[in-house]
């Protein structure tokens, strides 16, 4: 039991996570993952491009990111 003095206050999870508001000035990857599946390893981009907002960040395949933004796995 905590004594009245002593109360414990948790943060918000809104101090964790990052402003899904946020506009970017330039291409960035979030995480890279691989899966393997039956045909073989696939490579896994999560990417946020420049002026989108956080939360329309995607997920893109190693061939999509060669095709559209290839400056990105340089």
Do not use: C
């Not at 905590?2 to 206050?9: A, I, M, S, Y």
């Not at 101090?15 to 995480?31: A, G, I, K, R, W």
């Amino acid at each position: 039991m905590l004594d009245q003095e002593e109360e414990k206050f948790l943060p918000y999870v809104e101090d964790f996570s990052p402003n899904s508001q946020e506009e970017l000035t330039e291409d960035m990857v979030l995480h890279k993952r691989s899966k393997t599946k039956i045909q073989g390893q696939q490579d896994l981009w999560h990417i946020w491009l420049k002026e989108q907002l956080l939360g329309k960040a995607k997920w893109y395949t190693r061939e999509k990111v060669e095709e559209k933004i290839p400056h990105l796995i340089q």
